[in-house]
């Protein structure tokens, strides 16, 4: 490309950024301006958004990049910090080369450890010998354009169909969120859901802030299932451009039978399909997690790898924590402490996490 230029640009205040992801075909939400603000806010996160223009000043490339600073983690450059697939968009994969270079010169400056690039399936393949190549984590999306007798047909009779039968029976009933005390909720719930996990609950800000940010733009729904006047299970979903993402999810164990999480998930899905959306996303799940993808699987899905690319090749081997022996060892004894001490843990731990 010629005459090509890199900058450095703040997508709060120039509407180019938007612009360009709300066109891509390959854009997320966590591409969104209003991503970086919420990370920013919680988190402090410095962000580094690049991009790539042509002689009319024309976006031709984006990278959405976050300086996380840890003394436990390291000091890294990741696109993006809490998000399974975030990485660079362009026109042409020539207009890639010279982000990238920006990219790695500023890696050099600010002395980071490595760099990540969390890109989804079907983007690009780097070329680049120095790139180190993982495809350890991977999401589950379902097409809703089917009509809904054959989507149906494609769930699991006997652990997906009867369950959500049976939940419509149960009288369970469906709330949309308008307030933060539906927040209050649904986080009291994350938090049981995430002991029981043995893992700490993100920091009530960053759901907070989620819903502040997200939702006036209608980038963020959150579904309540309601039994006799109690919340029993929740689902936090993102929805931009064609597709609905399962964020985060969350029950009250003692009404399992009741079998809140099928009817959310049917709810939710009926409603994006009813809204044309043509994906839903079930989001991401490591190997390590045999159960959740059976899951995940048995609603009809399709499964992708996600290639994330790290820089320098060599500076990080896996993203597997999973199944090291610090994370083991911590998820055991997070099992037996109170909801209040891991709340506290969550809030310190998880900005080194990102």
């Not at 809490?82 to 002395?111: H, K, Q, T, W």
């Not at 610090?326 to 402490?337: D, G, I, S």
Request: charged share 20%; net charge positive.
């Amino acid at each position: 490309m010629k005459n090509e230029k890199v900058i450095f640009v703040d997508p709060t205040i120039d509407n180019r950024w938007n612009t360009f992801v709300e066109m891509h075909p390959l854009a997320s939400i966590y591409h969104h301006s209003c991503w970086m603000e919420l990370l920013r806010q919680t988190y402090d996160y410095k962000p580094y958004y690049l991009a790539c223009t042509d002689e009319q000043d024309h976006f031709q490339a984006i990278l959405p990049l976050f300086l996380v600073k840890s003394w436990l983690t390291g000091k890294r450059l990741i696109s993006v910090p809490f998000s399974p697939y975030s990485g660079p968009l362009f026109n042409d994969e020539e207009n890639l080369n010279p982000i990238l270079r920006v990219l790695e010169n500023r890696a050099r400056c600010l002395e980071v450890d490595y760099v990540q690039l969390r890109c989804a399936t079907n983007d690009f393949h780097f070329k680049r010998a120095n790139y180190y190549k993982n495809e350890y984590y991977r999401i589950h999306k379902l097409d809703l354009r089917p009509n809904t007798d054959i989507l149906i047909a494609s769930f699991h009779k006997s652990c997906i169909q009867r369950p959500i039968l049976r939940s419509l029976k149960n009288g369970l009933v469906m709330k949309i969120a308008e307030s933060e005390e539906d927040v209050k909720s649904f986080y009291h719930l994350q938090s049981q859901t995430r002991k029981k996990h043995g893992v700490p609950p993100q920091p009530y800000a960053y759901f907070l802030n989620m819903w502040k940010i997200l939702y006036p733009l209608g980038y963020v729904q959150l579904l309540l299932a309601v039994y006799e006047n109690r919340t029993v299970a929740a689902v936090l979903l993102l929805k931009f451009k064609e597709t609905v993402i399962y964020q985060n999810g969350a029950s009250d164990e003692q009404f399992l039978s009741l079998k809140p999480n099928h009817f959310l998930l049917w709810k939710a899905i009926e409603m994006a399909k009813a809204e044309g959306y043509h994906h839903f996303d079930f989001g991401t799940s490591s190997p390590q997690d045999k159960g959740l993808i059976q899951f995940k699987q048995r609603w009809g899905t399709k499964e992708y790898y996600l290639p994330y690319y790290c820089y320098p090749k060599g500076s990080v081997k896996t993203t597997n924590i999973e199944s090291r022996l610090p994370f083991r060892v911590a998820t055991a004894v997070f099992h037996y402490l109170p909801i209040s001490v891991l709340r506290r843990i969550g809030e310190i731990s998880y900005r080194h996490v990102a």
